[in-house]
């Protein structure tokens, strides 16, 4: 079943003219989470292109804005309110490095293309978790702690395509789920997040060859 | 052959089967940072309770869940001392951490107008309560017959919930707190508590 496939991939490059990009990815990253919600997001492709198909190689490192909230402190001190709310703050990064593949489906003109994307990634992602300082004797309920959790991720994602002389650029919407890992089983209330983006980026042919 | 291989390998799975479905314990002890081994405190049912007595560490270890009596390592109950009131009482059996005796108990008995019940009982969620010493109190019971020792103390119930019986006939405990004492010489500090069961007879 798979051995047609293989044999493309594996005798591809000799039938074809393959191109070699490289350049820069930068966006907006929307993150599903109810604290943490905007990032900056940066990354570097490389793309193996042969006609309709690219393989990529992809590292994305996203910088979130963090996000507030709070948890609950008591106390049995009887002359100190029972109850007080504390600042919390979670600042997340993430980073991941990916295979991918690019296929052409659609012309939109002469230099313009439709992609399709799907990424397997190696995702890492750390929550920082600092809490504003509060009154002795107050007791944190349910408190955070700094997690990390690191494992695979697909991603998946659409993108027009504007050809240039040197160069492509590009504009893509894309999805990444979160690392399949576990954080190590401490009960923290957040959870590794899934992230949609909108990106930009632009990658520079650097090397064209007729196999 | 083959039918017989087959039951081979369901005898094979019949311990895991065991292991997964059979074990009643149910705690989870996740340490404080820089707390001296102390739990977190938490309300999620994580059946555990932690103190320092005089600055040691003292826990709670695997409690059998949903087993009342003396065997568990907690135990909630009404205790009839006479006259015009009644005490609900929790115990907590287990030791100072990393000694190898487990079987001292510290005990919280909470005067309540006689008759209490469930709705008493749930009202205390919330409420931080000044223990006198003499009718509401804290006590400490060593272990090889040593005398027990009882105190004032104060005790913050975050949730107390003890729920009507459920459909499948059994009653849902909850409970979480904080809990401080001077027992005598000895001061229990820091104490936090987090527990969630059900029980198939009403604990009132």
Redesign the interface.
Known sequence: MCRPLLLFLLFAPCFCTAQFYLGPLAGYQHLFSPIEKHALNTGLQAAYSLEKVEFLLELQKSWPGGGKTNDSAFTLNSSEPTYISVDKQLNTDIFSVGLGVRVWIASLGPKDRLNLRGHLAAQFQRTKVSYDKRPDGYVLLNPDKTMTVSGPSIGAGAEYMHLFNNGRLFAELSFYSPPWGKYDGYPVSFYPLTSMSVNIGYSFLLSNSKQ | MKPAKRKHIYLLLLPVLLLVTGCGKQS?Y?P??DGGGLS?????G?NVFTCLLDGRGWKTVDRDYGRRGSGSEFDIKKQFPGGDYEQLVLTWTGGYMNDPNQYESIRLVLSLPAGFGMMEVNALS?K?I?LDGVNSYISYEAPSGAPSVQGPG???F?TMAVSQQLSDGNYTLKTAG???ASLDSLQLT?G?FDHKYSTGTPPF
Do not use: M, P
């Not at chain 2, 977190?40 to 999620?44: E, T």
């Open positions: 989870y996740y404080e940072e977190i405190f938490s309300n999620k994580f919330g931080r000044a104060t005790v913050f975050q904080l809990l401080e820091s936090r």
